[in-house]
Nanobody, 118 residues
Framework: VQLQASGGGLVQPGGSLRLSCAASGSIFSINTVGWYRQAPGKQRELVARITSGFSTNYADSVTGRFTISRDDAKNTAYLQMNSLKPEDTAFYYC?????????????WGQGTQVTVSS
């Protein structure tokens, strides 16, 4: 099983980006999916997560601006980021709890850079 994160880039403050996290391989089911981020000199933090039952929770700093969603038919999760701020600049990682052919594991994607700057 592999996770592929994409959609990062450079955006001006107030702009939007949509990150995708696609899982591939021998997958039976995907449980909770989370997006994390790590800025230079800071610890990795949870941004948002979504359960298999579509329950969501968010970091206080992104509530009301970011939306996590999933499309299980495509084995893909998304993070819609609106009203971006310079402090959202970080490397964003996706993480998924997957039941697959190799067993039940937590997988991490390779990450994608988000830079918010004018």
């Amino acid at each position: 099983v592999q996770l592929q994160a994409s959609g990062g880039g450079l955006v001006q403050p107030g702009g939007s980006l949509r990150l995708s996290c696609a899982a591939s391989g021998s997958i039976f089911s995907i449980n909770t999916v989370g997006w994390y981020r790590q800025a230079p000199g800071k610890q990795r933090e949870l941004v948002a997560r979504i359960t298999s039952g579509f329950s969501t929770n968010y970091a206080d700093s992104v509530t009301g601006r970011f939306t996590i969603s999933r499309d299980d038919a495509k084995n893909t999760a998304y993070l819609q980021m609106n009203s971006l701020k310079p402090e959202d600049t970080a490397f964003y990682y996706c993480c998924a709890d997957i039941n697959g052919g190799a067993g039940h594991y937590v997988y991490w994607g390779q990450g994608t850079q988000v830079t918010v700057s004018s």
